[in-house]
């Protein structure tokens, strides 16, 4: 369940193509690496849903988890019933800032996060925050189901911009799962549509892991460079390495990378995933020809090595003001079938 302001963002697509200093060049040329304008990675190990019933004025809190690190890092969504609204939660400033800077409603609160460390049937979550307005949230999510690769698949959608959102695996929600909002709470119904009594017993709601999502986002964007290091306007940061023809990206808040193979001053493949990432947790895009400045290019994007989950066209150029403008243009699949994305970025050093 992905709406509008749903998807957060996971790092940033790096690799600026920037023209050649001298008069005398005509080719484009990488310098540093920076984030391009609108595209976002983002990792999260495990995210959960729950349909809401009539008790709540939502329709689906949906939360996403990563556990990783020292702390969790959460960011949680509440959906309005119409689904045109959609606020979210974090208990991270710079998740905060990611969200805000998309466009997102989102506050920063304590978060109290109980993980049971593996999605196993009958495992239990919880996580309790107040709302903006002190409200107090606490949601109870059960497992229901083994959580297998039976679950796998991709999720493309278009909430006012193209979307990509792939689960590694999936499983489904148990008795038990419920939200509570103040003083009313809405405990999730049984599934009969699907349930097979008494061997198989789901509730409405879902649970995702090696959950990867690749956003394309409209509008301005300010990037800042100084050294190796590239901060974006939500402030977030990536440490850039070299290694022949061959960029990477590191942003250790959210432990994701992001790396770009290079072909005469053009790019020809774009990989992005978690740190020390394992089978298929990795979301590439090819780029054919390569990807040069005032020029077009072809894009299939694949997860792993053979699983392609889109294509479409990309052109990027620049203005006389060194601002980057690109625009990605989807062809497949289906659902996103002439979704365009459209950003335009400003270079500091």
């Known amino acids: 369940m992905f709406t509008k302001r749903t998807v957060i963002r996971i790092g940033a697509l790096a690799g600026a193509i920037c023209a050649a200093a001298g008069a005398q060049q005509t080719a484009p040329t990488v310098s540093l690496p920076l984030p391009l304008a609108g595209i976002h990675y983002r990792y999260w190990p495990e995210q959960m849903m729950q349909t809401v019933g009539p008790e709540l004025p939502y329709s689906t809190i949906v939360a996403n988890i990563d556990d990783r690190g020292k702390e969790p890092i959460c960011d949680v969504q509440l959906v309005s019933k119409d689904g045109k609204t959609v606020v979210h939660y974090t208990n991270l400033a710079q998740e905060l800032a990611a969200d805000r800077n998309a466009g997102f409603k989102a506050y920063k609160v304590p978060m109290q996060i109980d993980s049971p460390g593996a999605p196993t049937k009958g495992a239990q979550y919880l996580i309790r925050f107040n ?35 792939y689960r590694n695996e999936g499983g489904l929600a148990g008795g038990g799962t419920a939200l509570k909002v103040g003083d009313k709470t809405s405990v999730a119904e049984l599934w009969q549509e699907i ?67 290079l ?71 289906d659902a996103l079938h002439g979704a365009h994305a459209e950003a335009l970025v400003m270079v500091k050093r």
């Open 131 to 165: 709302t903006e307005k002190n409200v107090p949230v606490v949601w109870q999510f059960v497992v229901g189901t083994e959580v297998t690769e039976r679950g796998r698949g991709v999720s493309p959608a278009n909430p006012g911009y193209p979307a990509l959102v």
């Open 195 to 261: 349930a097979q009594q008494p061997y198989f017993v789901p509730y409405h709601g879902t649970i995702s892991t090696g959950v990867q999502v690749l956003n394309f986002l409209d509008g301005p964007a300010q990037l800042n460079t100084v050294g190796d290091s590239v901060t974006d306007d939500a402030g977030e940061a990536f440490q850039t390495t070299r290694n022949g023809d061959t960029v990477t990206l590191v942003d250790a808040v959210f432990a994701t990378s992001a790396s770009y193979d």
């Open 263 to 333: 072909s005469g001053g053009a790019v020809t493949h774009m990989s992005f995933g978690p740190l020390h990432a394992k089978g298929d947790e990795s979301m590439n895009v090819q780029l054919s020809p390569a990807l040069a400045l005032d020029g077009q290019s072809s894009f299939e994007i694949l997860v792993g090595k053979k699983n392609k989950i889109a294509s479409g066209s990309v052109h990027i150029s620049a203005n006389k003001e060194g601002k980057l403008a690109e625009r990605w243009t989807f062809t497949s699949p």
